[in-house]
T-cell receptor
Framework: GAVVSQHPSRVICKSGTSVKIECRSLDFQATTMFWYRQFPKQSLMLMATSNEGSKATYEQGVEKDKFLINHASLTLSTLTVTSAHPEDSSFYIC?????????????FGPGTRLTVL | GNSVTQMEGPVTLSEEAFLTINCTYTATGYPSLFWYVQYPGEGLQLLLKATKADDKGSNKGFEATYRKETTSFHLEKGSVQVSDSAVYFCALPVDGGATNKLIFGTGTLLAVQP
């Protein structure tokens, strides 16, 4: 149980294009999902908290117009990197917290490797 | 807010050796504590957790005990395998659950040699 999927697992795009990454909780409902960014050999950097039916909450320094987050249902959140540039190349990981879970457990997706040329 | 300090790596062990990765925390109250594992090129997987003081979380031969006296949650395994080679992250809620966010340690790379 508690499986989270991400799609695509790997994407290569040209500079200036937009890329959408999907995060799905497959066997549970997730009121809250989180988006992280991870640089090589580093810990995770929280980008934003995504709440179903409301606007995402972004961490300080994260551009909300560049990283668009939509949490349209209890099982799906999407991250769109708009007008991507090479410096946006990174490993993006989502996680989901099951609705009603009081332990703050987050279940993670397998990650998406974004390369912007 | 809460904070976590994790043992720096890399940790290099021979197969069947004993593993300890230290994790200490500062927190208000008694939040849940977590260990996550990240294999190369993958996302994080929940390895184990403990939700209250003195609880022991265990999974796949790994154990960690929630010790409030020493504010620690050290990860241990009696006999590591090559397949345990990964990065291990200690984590706890940032602020007692108000935002549901987690704070992660810097990660400890474990390399197990045959």
């Amino acid at each position: 149980g508690a499986v989270v999927s991400q799609h695509p697992s790997r994407v290569i795009c040209k500079s200036g294009t937009s890329v959408k990454i999907e995060c799905r909780s497959l066997d549970f409902q997730a009121t809250t999902m989180f988006w992280y960014r991870q640089f090589p050999k580093q810990s995770l950097m929280l980008m934003a908290t995504s709440n179903e039916g409301s606007k995402a909450t972004y961490e300080q320094g994260v551009e909300k117009d560049k990283f668009l987050i939509n949490h349209a249902s209890l099982t799906l959140s999407t991250l769109t990197v708009t007008s991507a540039h090479p410096e946006d190349s990174s490993f993006y990981i989502c996680s989901a917290r099951a609705s009603g879970d009081s332990t703050d457990t987050q279940y993670f997706g397998p990650g998406t490797r974004l390369t912007v040329l | 807010g809460n904070s976590v300090t994790q043992m720096e790596g890399p940790v290099t062990l021979s197969e069947e050796a004993f593993l300890t990765i230290n994790c200490t925390y500062t927190a208000t109250g008694y939040p849940s504590l977590f260990w996550y594992v990240q294999y190369p090129g993958e996302g994080l997987q929940l390895l184990l957790k403990a939700t209250k003081a003195d609880d022991k979380g265990s999974n796949k031969g790994f154990e960690a005990t929630y010790r409030k006296e020493t504010t620690s949650f050290h990860l241990e395994k009696g006999s590591v395998q090559v397949s345990d080679s990964a990065v291990y992250f200690c984590a706890l809620p940032v602020d007692g659950g108000a935002t549901n966010k987690l704070i992660f340690g810097t990660g400890t790379l474990l390399a197990v040699q045959p």
